[in-house]
């Protein structure tokens, strides 16, 4: 069966950094879109970024305003993996953070029409 697995969070100061990965396992990874999404306490889910699957010229991604310029996504396909790489970190940034995977023509920023989802991980960010 199909498997996201994020790991990498944890407690972190405010402008530090973390940087979140996400295994992949049975499904081919190289054809599948990986987005990255964060829900707060009491808050809705909301989209952090996406990559899209890798050209020749490389992969495209997209971002949120919030992370726009702070947070950025790779992935690396011999791995099946892809990362969430987070700078200068805020305390409005604490949530979990999950992975999911779709095969869309376009990048969405929702959640809708990702297929498979990840279990989470924690990120906290003390102020």
């Known amino acids: 069966q199909v498997q996201l697995v994020e790991s990498g969070g944890g407690l972190v100061q405010a402008g530090g950094s973390l940087r979140l990965s996400c295994a992949a396992s049975g499904l081919t990874f190289r054809i599948y879109n990986m987005g990255w999404f964060r829900q707060a306490p009491g808050k809705e889910r909301e989209f952090v970024g996406v990559?899209?699957?890798?050209?020749?010229?490389?992969?495209?991604?997209v971002y949120a305003d919030a992370a726009k310029g702070r947070f950025t996504i790779s992935r690396d396909n011999a791995k099946n993996t892809t990362y969430l790489q987070m700078n200068s970190l805020k305390f409005e940034d604490t949530a979990v953070y999950y992975c999911?995977?779709?095969?869309?023509?376009?990048?969405?920023?929702?959640?809708?029409?990702?297929?498979?989802w990840g279990q989470g991980t924690q990120v906290t960010v003390s102020s």
């Open positions: 990559i899209g699957v890798t050209m020749w010229n490389g992969a495209r991604t």
């Open positions: 999911a995977a779709n095969r869309d023509w376009t990048l969405r920023p929702v959640g809708t029409g990702y297929q498979y």
